[in-house]
């Protein structure tokens, strides 16, 4: 059990008018009924609703709340820099502490080869994920596009031989994807859900899935929340 580590896969769109998304999140948020789903941080002001995730404060505080309660790291979905929702990781990366590992989740923005060169800096670095000593990298809706940046990942940082992880929908890209970028474990990103289903329902269809993509390579085991 010592090496099983437990990550979630961070929401970064809190940044409010730093990015188009971040003000629609708090629209859609804005209804008293959903009022239950804010995080900690946010406020309430005349029926609007602002949801700002921007201060070191706020992110330490999420690490502890996470620590706290058995995440052992954060997987943070690729935003470039600059572009505003770069704003969650960037402050947790300036943030010194031991609580929290991090990863990077690629593929879900346009990943270019000087973006690759920072990530290989980062896997040197004792907060980043690493497994058996290697960088976990996840990469999100695997497909063919994606095959010249995971090479070139690889190319560039043999002595870290980072631990790709494919995020697929379905069985066939699990096979395909597996063996062409020769994976060493899949997963998803989630159990997309819709009428109304249960949890137990979603955790039965997620179960099911584990196994039959077991039969293919290693899993990643997903739990879908919400």
């Given amino acids: 059990m010592k090496n099983r580590k437990l990550g979630a896969i961070r929401w970064d769109a809190w940044v409010g008018n730093l990015h188009s998304v971040g003000l629609e999140v708090e629209k859609c948020l804005t209804p008293k009924k959903y009022h239950n789903r804010l995080p900690f941080y946010a406020?309430?002001?005349?029926?609007?609703?602002?949801?700002?995730?921007?201060?070191?404060?706020v992110v330490m505080q999420e690490i502890d709340y996470a620590s706290k309660y058995g995440i052992d790291y954060f997987a943070f979905c690729w935003y470039p820099f600059n572009s505003g929702l770069d704003t969650a990781r960037n402050l947790f990366l300036e943030i010194e502490q031991q609580k929290m590992k991090w990863c990077l989740i690629i593929g879900t923005n346009p990943f270019n080869e000087s973006d690759a060169l920072?990530?290989?800096?980062?896997?040197?670095?004792?907060?980043?994920?690493?497994?058996?000593?290697?960088?976990?990298?996840?990469?999100?809706?695997?497909?063919?596009?994606l095959l010249d940046i995971v090479s070139y990942i690889r190319k560039n940082s043999k002595n870290y031989n980072p631990y790709f992880i494919g995020m697929v929908w379905t069985?066939?890209?699990?096979?395909?994807?597996?063996?062409?970028f020769k994976l060493d474990a899949i997963t998803q990103y989630c159990?997309?859900?819709?009428?109304?289903?249960?949890?137990?329902?979603?955790?039965?269809?997620?179960?099911?899935?584990?196994n039959e993509?077991?039969?293919?390579?290693?899993?990643v085991p997903w739990v879908t929340t919400g």
Wanted: with cysteine; glycine share 2%; hydrophobic share 30%.
């Fill in 43 to 57: 406020s309430i002001n005349e029926n609007n609703v602002q949801i700002r995730c921007d201060s070191k404060k």
């Fill in 118 to 145: 920072w990530l290989i800096e980062q896997f040197s670095k004792d907060c980043y994920l690493k497994v058996h000593n290697r960088p976990v990298v996840y990469i999100f809706d695997i497909n063919e596009s």
């Fill in 171 to 180: 069985k066939n890209q699990a096979e395909l994807m597996s063996d062409l």
């Fill in 191 to 210: 159990t997309p859900g819709k009428n109304n289903i249960t949890y137990k329902e979603i955790s039965s269809l997620e179960m099911a899935k584990w």
């Fill in 213 to 219: 993509y077991h039969t293919i390579n290693n899993v």
